[in-house]
């Protein structure tokens, strides 16, 4: 068994810690999309900071693996950053979840699955036609950046299937995140309330990327 694979919460050990972190998230969470709906701002800056930091709270105490508690607390940084929406803090937080994906990817390498090249090859064609599209409607410093990023995410969409099902469906939701973030930057038609759609397929994404490898590292640990 692996020092880095999950090991099952023992009752009255740190799952009751764990649980109340889950509760806040899903709390959370639930007022953030909330306030996006209505319009409060003010709720949907104070509620998306704290996201990530609790699920990753929950997922360390769930004995997750180092990449994976890495990679939600990267995003809390890109999170913080997104929310001044100048030019410079965007290309810093496309660049903490870049890091974030790194961080997926180095954990979805310890995956005994392998991802279907099928399911890679659609994901690479989806991705040549998104930025053939969505480029020339960018700003010419965001391009590159923006281009680099997406090939990025869309590994991690590919690879998150060795996780299991919910955690390649978050791989995929979170692709669908950020791909409406750069429509909105491109000036392309939104749907009614973009933030609210946004938010929640990243938040969908991240806490099914979180379970899936959570019941897959404990299916390993338990084999091992």
Avoid: N
Avoid at 5 to 29: D, I, M
Avoid at 92 to 114: D, E, I, K, N, S
């Amino acid at each position: 068994m692996s020092a880095t694979a999950a090991r099952p919460a023992r009752p009255g050990g740190t799952e009751r810690f764990a649980r109340p972190l889950a509760a806040a998230f899903l709390v959370t969470a639930a007022a953030d999309l909330t306030g996006l709906l209505a319009g409060a701002g003010t709720v949907h800056l104070v509620a998306k900071p704290l996201l990530m930091p609790l699920l990753a709270g929950y997922a360390a105490l769930r004995g997750a693996p180092r990449p994976l508690v890495a990679a939600l607390l990267l995003g809390w940084g890109g999170d913080v950053l997104l929310l001044a929406e100048t030019d410079t803090s965007f290309l810093l937080g496309m660049a903490c979840f870049a890091v974030g994906h790194v961080c997926y990817l180095t954990l979805f390498g310890r995956g005994r699955a392998r991802a279907p090249l099928a399911t890679g090859a659609g994901y690479v064609l989806a991705l040549g036609l998104f930025l053939a599209l969505i480029l020339p409607d960018l700003p010419a410093d965001l391009r590159l950046p923006l281009a680099g990023y997406s090939l990025l995410l869309t590994a991690v969409a590919w690879r998150s299937g060795v996780f299991g099902p919910y955690a390649a469906v978050g791989g995929a939701l979170f692709l669908v995140s950020d791909a409406l973030i750069a429509t909105g930057v491109a000036d392309w038609p939104q749907p009614p309330t973009p933030d609210f759609w946004v938010m929640l397929t990243y938040i969908a994404a991240q806490a099914l990327l979180v379970f899936g490898a959570l019941a897959s590292t404990a299916k390993g640990a338990a084999r091992g």
